[in-house]
């Protein structure tokens, strides 16, 4: 409780920090922000000609759908990149801001925060304009839309549980981060993102079916290419996992934070 207290208390320095690292990113360009709009269009726009118009792979029960693979696609694309950019962002969240740490006096734990609202602003925009692709394409997901809302809750949970170990670990052990950036690359391909569960053989269903991520991601394809909520039973494994890396990244950090000055 003492952790919220603290943040609730800094929540004017950490909406301030937020809003900042997010006009800087344009502050020298001529166009602004408009390059964070223009970026995540040009990625949706990549994958509907490439994959819809141009290869046209079929996905077993919406061959009538044109647009079929791009939005499966999409769906677990532009969610992976908030959990890639929370995560890959939060291993170095301590060294980043190490002169901070060491002028300022501020909870330490308003720096995962910060780096969690600046990634979920920047997925809002891409979401936005893949929710205006898919009503443009007449494919809304209706109802099922609001099952989203609890999935993006578990993995932003879980990314700030792995997250916050990761980065105080990494203060102490440099390596953590590369080695957790060549992992990020091998867990995309075993997550059934740009190829499906069902295509794969046997042996490899078994093998993906350890990787926590593989129910969730399936229920973004679900909700957003079948119009369905997905089975959120499913997601018991990764709810447990996220509740272990959360009081587990939350006490390391707590047990660290004193020491990690003189490492910084």
């Known amino acids: 409780m003492q952790m919220f207290r603290a943040l609730w208390a800094y929540r004017g ?10 006009n800087s990113r344009y502050r020298e360009s001529l166009l602004g922000a408009f390059w964070s ?19 046209r792979p079929t996905l077993p029960g919406h061959e009538q759908t044109p647009f079929a693979f791009s939005i499966y696609l999409c769906a677990g694309v ?12 939060l291993n170095n969240v301590f060294l980043d801001n190490g002169n901070l740490i060491k002028k300022s006096s501020f909870p330490r734990i308003c720096l995962p925060v910060i780096v969690t609202l600046g990634a979920l602003l920047n997925f809002g925009i891409v979401f936005l304009l893949y929710l205006a692709f898919l009503a443009l394409i007449g494919h809304w997901p209706g109802a099922a839309l609001w099952a989203f809302l609890p999935l993006m809750a578990l993995q932003i949970l879980f990314a700030l549980g792995l997250g916050v170990f990761l980065g105080t670990l990494n203060v102490f052990f ?11 690359q ?3 391909w075993l997550t059934p993102i740009v190829y499906t569960f069902a295509g794969l053989g046997e042996a490899a269903r078994q093998v993906l079916r350890f990787n926590p991520l593989r129910p ?8 957003f290419l079948d ?23 939350g006490l390391f950090f707590v047990r660290r934070a004193g020491e990690m000055v003189d490492e910084l």
């Open 227 to 249: 119009k369905t909520v997905p089975d959120l039973v499913s997601l018991w494994p990764l709810a447990a996992l996220t509740l272990v890396l959360l009081v587990l990244g």
């Open 174 to 184: 440099r390596d953590v981060a590369q080695f957790t950036g060549v992992v990020l």
């Open 216 to 223: 969730l991601f399936a229920g973004y394809q679900s909700i």
């Open 186 to 188: 091998f867990w995309f």
């Open 78 to 89: 532009i969610t992976w990149g908030l959990f890639a950019e929370m995560l890959g962002r």
């Open 13 to 22: 320095f950490v909406l301030a920090s937020v809003l900042r690292e997010f």
């Open 37 to 55: 709009v223009a970026n995540p269009l040009t990625m949706i726009v990549i994958y509907t000609v490439v994959f819809g118009q141009l290869i």
